[in-house]
Nanobody
Framework: QVQLVESGGGLVQAGGSLRLSCAAS?????MAWFRQAPGKEREFVAS????????YCASSVKGRCTISKDNSKDTVYLQINSLEPEDTAVYYC???????????????WGQGIQVTVSS
């Protein structure tokens, strides 16, 4: 079982930026970020492929999303710029073995971290 530890959440003003990190105990092929706002389903945000270094950002954050990595720490970072109140949610990182935008395809999850964007 992969252990994932997230950090970097908090309260940010609209228009600001936030960088979340996800450290994995074991490196898998794919690391992804999802988020869940109150009363809503968990939605895909972004993913990173360790094998190809390819990244993918959902349309909801495209143009505002940057993914980076630290190989020595098996850590992936998600930065979202120009934050909007609609970005407020609990953000989860997930690890898996194939590219997917569906939460059901990921078996390993972090504990979740709150991001609140104030207007």
């Amino acid at each position: 079982q992969v252990q994932l530890v997230e950090s970097g959440g908090g309260l940010v003003q609209a228009g600001g930026s936030l960088r979340l990190s996800c450290a994995a105990s074991i490196r898998t092929f794919i690391m992804a970020w999802f988020r869940q706002a109150p009363g809503k389903e968990r939605e895909f945000v972004a993913s990173f492929d360790w094998n190809t270094d390819s990244t993918y950002c959902a349309s909801s954050v495209k143009g505002r999303c940057t993914i980076s990595k630290d190989n020595s720490k098996d850590t992936v970072y998600l930065q979202i710029n120009s934050l909007e109140p609609e970005d407020t949610a609990v953000y989860y990182c997930a690890a898996g073995w194939r590219t997917s935008t569906f939460a059901r395809d990921f078996r390993s999850w972090g504990q979740g971290i709150q991001v609140t964007v104030s207007s």
